[in-house]
């Protein structure tokens, strides 16, 4: 069966096959987050061109945006504080803590819906080699 293009994203799978992952490991762990460089089932190269990540930082910049003004009402309407310290603290570690997500989920996005020459080909989800 295959997963939808939203639970291939969440899963950080591949864009055309929806079967090889996109990055090496789990989002948060000790190490680097690593890309593989080609789907390792089907082969899709995933820097289109060079420099083709940059455009995910537009991506990362609206997820950045939206946490930070969430947390931002979250904590006022939570504590009712009128510390900055507070919000400082609170939006400082929200941003160190969303860093891995927001590289990996700005990549995957940019992948999945705003890459018009990548589209799902369920040839590519056939071959079962791996
Ligand atoms: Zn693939």
């Excluded at 789990?26 to 680097?32: A, D, L, N, T």
């Excluded at 504080?81 to 507070?86: C, G, I, L, T």
């Amino acid at each position: 069966m295959t997963p939808s293009k939203f639970s291939a994203l969440i899963q950080s799978k591949c864009p055309r096959c929806r079967i090889g992952k996109v990055f090496e490991g789990p989002i948060y762990g000790m190490r680097k987050q690593r890309m593989h460089e080609h789907c390792p089932h089907c082969g899709l190269k995933f820097e289109v061109e060079p420099g083709y990540f940059y455009a995910a930082m537009y991506v990362s910049y609206a997820f950045s945006v939206a946490e930070v003004v969430s947390l931002g009402l979250a904590t006022a309407f939570l504590t009712k504080s009128e510390s900055p310290w507070v919000y400082i603290g609170v939006l400082f570690a929200a941003i160190l803590l969303f860093a891995p997500f927001n590289l990996r989920y700005s990549r995957l996005v940019l992948l999945h819906y705003l890459s018009p020459k990548i589209t799902y080909n369920p040839n590519y989800a056939k071959r079962d080699d791996r």
